[in-house]
């Protein structure tokens, strides 16, 4: 999976992927060029799967996960960065942190979809916001910064 500023870069990447020997290949028009998908405007999803190409554009409003880009809080330190995503995996439902607890579950819903943990990036919705609601995020962000720590 990869990002990509504009939709037309995606499809210049097309002939690229038919070289090599990906099974799957996720490009998604993502926010600034990288891989994450923004909650206040749809984005394209290209799919290519041996050497065939489909693509649909994913609209977050159709998920209850629209936000407006004047939520999101830019620029940010990478301390209140970091403080934004411990909330939103802890659960945090405020207004504060409205985008970002958006993004997270829109986001995550459309990898377990394309990835096939899910047969639709509803059932990747409900399955997100059920993990924020029980802090795995949080539990598991834990355990990676633990492995980190020396004695």
Same mark, same amino acid.
């Given at each position: 999976?990869?990002?990509?500023?504009?939709?037309?870069?995606?499809?210049?990447?097309?002939?690229?992927?038919?070289?090599?020997?990906?099974?799957?290949?996720?490009?998604?028009?993502?926010?600034?060029?990288?891989?994450?998908?923004?909650?206040?405007?749809?984005?394209?999803?290209? =799919? %290519?799967?041996? @050497?065939?190409?489909?693509?649909?554009?994913?609209?977050? $409003?159709?998920? *209850? /996960?629209? !936000?407006? +880009?004047?939520?999101?809080?830019?620029?940010?330190?990478?301390?209140?960065?970091?403080?934004?995503?411990?909330?939103?995996?802890?659960?945090?439902?405020?207004?504060?942190?409205?985008?970002?607890?958006?993004?997270?579950?829109?986001?995550?819903?459309?990898?377990?979809?394309?990835?096939?943990?899910?047969? =639709? %990036?509803?059932? @990747?919705?409900?399955?997100?916001?059920?993990?924020?609601? $029980?802090?795995? *995020? /949080?539990? !598991?962000? +834990?355990?990676?910064?633990?492995?980190?720590?020396?004695?």
């Amino acid at each position: 999976m990869m990002g990509a500023f504009h939709r037309t870069a995606i499809q210049k990447m097309h002939p690229v992927f038919q070289r090599l020997t990906y099974k799957e290949v996720f490009i998604v028009q993502g926010a600034e060029g990288s891989e994450d998908v923004p909650v206040h405007r749809g984005s394209f999803v290209f =799919a %290519i799967k041996s @050497g065939a190409i489909d693509s649909f554009i994913l609209k977050p $409003e159709e998920y *209850g /996960l629209y !936000a407006d +880009e004047a939520k999101l809080n830019k620029p940010l330190s990478a301390e209140k960065q970091a403080e934004k995503i411990t909330a939103v995996l802890a659960g945090d439902e405020s207004a504060d942190t409205e985008y970002e607890r958006k993004q997270v579950i829109m986001n995550t819903a459309l990898r377990y979809y394309l990835f096939g943990h899910c047969a =639709a %990036i509803e059932e @990747g919705v409900r399955t997100a916001e059920k993990q924020l609601k $029980e802090k795995a *995020g /949080l539990e !598991a962000l +834990e355990r990676w910064k633990a492995s980190f720590t020396r004695p």
